[in-house]
């Protein structure tokens, strides 16, 4: 049979109409449109085919009969860390903060789109104590994108799940000699 990943190098079947399919290169479940009404539409493929990292998910979600109470609990998980909106949908309740992780880089994002955002850091070799960090707006990257340099002192560089937001009072501006080596001259 062939699949989104390649043509299906085995099977295991979870009940008829579902099926978990290896590949050479990836794999996930295939369900028959029968079964594939079973999932909610808000994590629904219209192809039936559901791949093995995040989206298996949804079928332990509309077909929990055929998984583990831990297997549930995982999907459970990763439906709130993949598709909060989704999980609000399922579940009929807003997700609270430190709930799910993209809901928490979703609502970081938005406070913070005009703020510095650290994209890189190096230990200074010219400024000893400090960590020489470059920024950007909202933690951008990309060509087009403007960059700032600025040292912090070691102790208060302290990285988090959503990344290091400069302080501009305390965080000055840096145009220093560099220890980045696209800044060396």
Not at 35 to 64: K, M, T
Request: glycine content about 10%; overall charge neutral.
């Amino acid at each position: 049979m062939n699949t989104p990943w390649g043509p299906s190098q085995g099977a295991t079947i979870y009940a008829e109409g579902v099926l978990f399919h290896s590949t050479a290169s990836h794999g996930g479940f295939s369900l028959v449109p029968g079964r594939n009404c079973s999932i909610h539409p808000a994590l629904h493929r219209p192809s039936g085919f559901y791949e093995e990292d995040a989206e298996w998910a949804a079928v332990a979600q509309g077909l929990p009969e055929l998984f583990t109470t831990r297997e549930r609990r995982e999907a459970d998980e990763t439906i709130r860390n993949f598709w909060p909106e989704a999980w609000e949908r399922i579940h009929g309740r807003k997700l609270e903060p430190g709930e799910s992780r993209e809901r928490d880089r979703q609502v970081f994002e938005r406070r913070h789109a005009e703020d510095w955002i650290v994209i890189a850091a190096i230990r200074s070799t010219h400024r000893p104590g400090f960590t020489e960090v470059i920024a950007t707006r909202g933690g951008k990257r990309g060509e087009r994108v403007g960059e700032r340099r600025f040292l912090i002192p070691v102790e208060d560089y302290k990285t988090g799940p959503l990344g290091f937001v400069i302080d501009e009072v305390r965080h000055p501006i840096y145009d220093g000699p560099s220890s980045f080596v696209r800044y060396r001259g």
